[in-house]
């Protein structure tokens, strides 16, 4: 079974409205997640670093005002995608390393349309 | 900056065929080279990964090699089927757990 869970799977939200992603690890506590998007046929790219306990760190070009982190426990974070719009449409997908860093399990990704 | 790339893009096979998948990587300083397995609409397998010291890892059909010199890795499918249809991503890390992913080889075995 998965050991990162994200929901939700699919979501279409209206244009200028928020919506939010959360990724969970299920067997372990993770104090770092980090957040990918993907566009149509192209490769995954890192926006950001959740740190439990302080603020994301964000790559560079990625809005950290559109694109909200929290990481709220050892277990969860959440990106929300603020005031959304059709080019936000994209896959968004987690990962979160084990504690002792030899594994880095994904999520099962997020489907975003923004119409 | 690290880029990661990989060829073929895309590939279509009769099954049967054994298959080589490449990813190529401008900075050779990496500690380990992972290649993943990606459905349609879903999220990452992970199928191998190797330590910089190592030069292979295998796992059933697969085997995986890195050569850090020359920045590149194969990774190898014997005997492909049509289940082994999806999208293959090499990715080396930065700044430890932070992946930097290749463009992916997107790979159909037809029966």
């Known amino acids: 079974g998965a050991v990162v869970s994200q929901h939700p799977s699919r979501v279409i939200c209206k244009s200028g409205t928020s919506v939010k992603i959360e990724c969970r690890s299920l067997?372990?506590?993770?104090?770092?997640m980090f957040w990918y998007r993907q566009f149509p046929k192209q490769s995954l790219m890192l926006m950001a670093t959740?740190?439990?306990?302080?603020?994301?760190?964000?790559e560079q070009g990625v809005e950290k005002d559109k694109f909200l982190i929290n990481h709220a426990s050892l277990t969860l974070s959440t990106l929300t995608v603020t005031s959304a719009h059709p080019e936000d449409s994209s896959f968004y997908i987690c990962s979160a390393p084990t504690p002792f860093g030899n594994t880095i399990y994904f999520g099962e990704g997020s489907w975003l349309t923004v119409v | 900056k690290q880029e990661v790339t990989q060829i073929p893009a895309a590939l279509s096979v009769p099954e049967g065929e054994n298959l080589v998948l490449n990813c190529s990587f401008t900075d050779s300083a990496i500690y380990n080279l992972q290649w993943f397995r990606q459905d349609p609409g879903k999220g990452l397998t992970s199928l191998l990964l190797?330590?910089?010291?190592?030069r292979e890892q295998t796992s059933g059909r697969l085997n995986a090699s890195l050569d850090k010199s020359s920045g590149r890795s194969t990774l190898y499918i014997a005997a492909s089927q049509p289940g082994d249809s999806a999208t293959y991503l090499c990715?080396?890390?930065?700044?430890?757990?932070?992946?930097?992913f290749g463009t992916g080889t997107r790979l159909q075995v037809f029966p």
């Open positions: 990715a080396v890390p930065y700044n430890t757990d932070k992946l930097i």
């Open positions: 067997d372990f506590q993770a104090t770092t």
């Open positions: 190797i330590q910089s010291s190592q």
């Open positions: 959740s740190n439990e306990g302080s603020k994301a760190t964000y």
